[in-house]
Nanobody, 126 residues
Framework: QVQLVESGGGLVQAGGSLRLSCAAS????????MGWFRQVPGKEREFVGF???????YYADSVKGRFTCSRENAKNVVYLQMTSLKPEDTAVYYC????????????????????WGQGTQVTVSS
């Protein structure tokens, strides 16, 4: 089992920045794909980005150039640095872990992840 705990959410003005953290514990592995998703009430969970063990990253078009995923494998922590925030970025943000073994494009989908954090609220005011 892997436990994930997000932190770093909060209220920020449009144009501001936040950095979310996701601390992993349990049977962690640096080879896990670590994803970030977000969700607003009444909508499906939306893909934000993911990072793989070697540090590569992939992002949704809506956040590309503004958000950056990174990881510190030695500390079992992944980050989501968010800049130039917009009101439409308001959501609960979740980190997730996948043991891998599926096609690259599938990591955009929540069903590809076995472990989830509890989420952290990000609110961007206009």
């Amino acid at each position: 089992q892997v436990q994930l705990v997000e932190s770093g959410g909060g209220l920020v003005q449009a144009g501001g920045s936040l950095r979310l953290s996701c601390a992993a514990s349990g049977r962690t592995s640096s080879s896990y794909i670590m994803g970030w998703f977000r969700q607003v009430p009444g909508k499906e969970r939306e893909f934000v980005g993911f990072t793989w063990g070697g540090g590569g990253t992939y992002y949704a078009d809506s956040v590309k150039g503004r958000f950056t995923c990174s990881r510190e494998n030695a500390k079992n922590v992944v980050y989501l640095q968010m800049t130039s925030l917009k009101p439409e970025d308001t959501a609960v943000y979740y980190c997730a872990a996948s043991g891998g073994g599926i096609g690259f494009g599938n990591y955009r989908y929540p069903s590809s992840y076995q472990y989830w954090g509890q989420g952290t609220q990000v609110t961007v005011s206009s």
